[in-house]
């Protein structure tokens, strides 16, 4: 059943839908689980957890390889901390574990046609799913998004449409285009989050069913943060697990709201004024689950903290000598990692893993200017 999660109205799945008619964000309520004993047969990525993915049919399912991206240990800092390489996934971000399963939701619907909007890397991973599923998409964009994500959408064979003006301008255009045409929303799909679920029980196989003590996620959306908590929800009441890591979110100081909320005490996230920022990919005004995403925070005693654009871009170059090539956005949530310790929330013997969620060869273009600017390699 998808369930609004403002008036609890429920909803077929079998019927096309991404927003209830009060206005409400829609949440699958799954109770299906996958069987641990089966796992160790099915090869790796986000289908081996089929059971929890909410797809009546295996014919259905589209994939290009996603998930079953490494955990790799460095000396961050001089501590010891995991890094889950989520952007090694096929379209180089983690949204592809989502944009399978809501591809693959579509198929199901046989929908042929869909709009999406998207600061860049949702809008290439809708893209390339749409590709192989056979399905038309058209993708709205800032003017302002990195070329080589622009670039990136059209390969996939995509319409793009460039909108002027700020990422909500973008948001607006979409769904004004979208009475005709399924609006295949990353940010409204309860199949998108249902996809950020495997993340987390990906996790959980790599720790060996012991979750570390934290895990840190930049977040705009909150697509990931979310997904996380919904996932090792599942595991906590299959008794997979016996306890919730404690989520992390990192935002842009530049654009806070999710930061401002849970610091006020406040259940939901309200609009925020924002500033321009190389973590383009969390730059969110106001995110559509606000309440669903204090709540994963809250629930998990977690913590919110911003970052400076200096200490993205310190991040990146930090990384870079691990051997790990990231983008702005995806250095957030090391930066806030920084920032974490060095306030004594989390201790250098605390178990860390950080969530890698875009490739640095999605900001090349960034990265020169950058470089230009800066002098290259002075970290
Ligand atoms: C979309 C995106 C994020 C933010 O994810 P949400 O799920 O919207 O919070 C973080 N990093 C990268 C690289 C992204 O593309
Ligand atoms: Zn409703």
Same mark, same amino acid.
């Not at 016996?242 to 935002?251: E, G, T, Y």
């Not at 609009?271 to 669903?292: F, H, L, Q, W």
């Not at 310790?341 to 890698?356: K, N, Q, T, Y």
């Given at each position: 059943?998808?369930?609004?999660?403002?008036?609890?109205?429920?909803?077929?799945?079998?019927?096309?839908?991404?927003?209830?008619?009060?206005?409400?964000?829609?949440?699958?309520?799954?109770?299906?689980?996958?069987?641990?004993?089966?796992?160790?047969?099915?090869?790796?990525?986000?289908?081996?957890?089929?059971?929890?993915?909410?797809?009546?049919?295996?014919?259905?399912?589209?994939?290009?390889?996603?998930?079953?991206?490494?955990?790799?240990?460095?000396?961050?800092?001089?501590?010891?901390?995991?890094?889950?390489?989520?952007?090694?996934?096929?379209?180089?971000?983690?949204?592809?574990?989502?944009?399978?399963?809501?591809?693959?939701?579509?198929?199901?619907?046989?929908?042929?046609?869909?709009?999406?909007?998207?600061?860049?890397?949702?809008?290439?991973?809708?893209?390339?799913?749409?590709?192989?599923?056979?399905?038309?998409?058209?993708?709205?964009?800032?003017?302002?998004?990195?070329?080589?994500?622009?670039?990136?959408?059209?390969?996939?064979?995509?319409?793009?449409?460039?909108?002027?003006?700020?990422?909500?301008?973008?948001?607006?255009?979409?769904?004004?285009?979208?009475?005709?045409?399924?609006?295949?929303?990353?940010?409204?799909?309860?199949?998108?989050?249902?996809?950020?679920?495997?993340?987390?029980?990906?996790?959980?196989?790599?720790?060996?069913?012991?979750?570390?003590?934290?895990?840190?996620?930049?977040?705009?959306?909150?697509?990931?943060?979310?997904?996380?908590?919904? $996932?090792? /929800?599942? +595991?906590?009441? *299959? =008794?997979? !697990?016996?306890?919730?890591? #404690?989520? &992390?979110?990192?935002?842009?100081? @530049?654009?806070?709201?999710?930061?401002?909320?849970?610091?006020?005490?406040?259940?939901?996230?309200?609009?925020?004024?924002?500033?321009?920022?190389?973590?383009?990919?969390?730059?969110?005004?106001?995110?559509?689950?606000?309440?669903?995403?204090?709540?994963?925070?809250?629930?998990?005693?977690?913590?919110?903290?911003?970052?400076?654009?200096?200490?993205?871009?310190?991040?990146?170059?930090?990384?870079?000598?691990?051997?790990?090539?990231?983008?702005?956005?995806?250095?957030?949530?090391?930066? $806030?990692? /920084?920032? +974490?310790?060095? *306030? =004594?929330? !989390?201790?250098?013997?605390? #178990?860390? &893993?950080?969530?890698?969620?875009? @490739?640095?060869?999605?900001?090349?273009?960034?990265?020169?200017?950058?470089?230009?600017?800066?002098?290259?390699?002075?970290?």
């Amino acid at each position: 059943m998808l369930v609004c999660s403002t008036c609890a109205r429920a909803f077929s799945a079998t019927e096309p839908r991404w927003q209830c008619n009060c206005g409400g964000y829609l949440l699958l309520n799954s109770p299906a689980m996958f069987r641990r004993e089966d796992l160790a047969q099915r090869p790796g990525g986000v289908w081996r957890y089929c059971e929890a993915l909410g797809i009546q049919d295996p014919a259905n399912i589209i994939s290009l390889g996603e998930g079953a991206t490494p955990l790799l240990d460095v000396p961050f800092d001089g501590c010891f901390t995991s890094l889950k390489l989520d952007y090694l996934c096929p379209t180089g971000s983690y949204k592809d574990r989502g944009s399978s399963v809501m591809l693959s939701k579509l198929k199901e619907w046989r929908i042929t046609e869909i709009i999406e909007d998207s600061s860049g890397n949702a809008g290439a991973s809708i893209a390339a799913y749409a590709a192989f599923a056979g399905i038309r998409a058209n993708i709205y964009i800032p003017e302002s998004t990195s070329p080589g994500k622009a670039a990136q959408i059209q390969l996939y064979g995509a319409n793009l449409i460039k909108i002027p003006g700020t990422r909500e301008n973008t948001a607006q255009a979409a769904r004004q285009a979208a009475s005709d045409i399924f609006y295949a929303s990353h940010n409204w799909s309860p199949y998108f989050l249902v996809g950020m679920k495997t993340a987390a029980y990906e996790l959980a196989e790599q720790y060996f069913w012991e979750p570390p003590d934290w895990i840190l996620t930049p977040a705009g959306g909150g697509s990931l943060l979310v997904g996380l908590h919904f $996932g090792f /929800t599942d +595991l906590l009441n *299959a =008794g997979f !697990i016996q306890k919730m890591p #404690r989520l &992390a979110a990192v935002q842009s100081a @530049s654009c806070d709201p999710i930061y401002r909320a849970w610091k006020t005490g406040s259940m939901d996230v309200s609009e925020t004024e924002k500033k321009p920022t190389a973590a383009e990919g969390i730059s969110v005004a106001k995110p559509v689950r606000g309440a669903t995403i204090l709540k994963a925070i809250r629930e998990s005693r977690g913590v919110v903290v911003t970052v400076n654009d200096d200490a993205v871009w310190n991040t990146v170059e930090k990384l870079g000598k691990h051997g790990v090539y990231v983008e702005p956005t995806a250095a957030a949530a090391p930066a $806030g990692l /920084t920032r +974490l310790r060095e *306030a =004594g929330v !989390i201790e250098c013997g605390d #178990r860390v &893993a950080i969530m890698l969620t875009g @490739s640095g060869l999605k900001a090349t273009d960034k990265v020169v200017e950058h470089f230009a600017a800066n002098g290259a390699g002075r970290a």
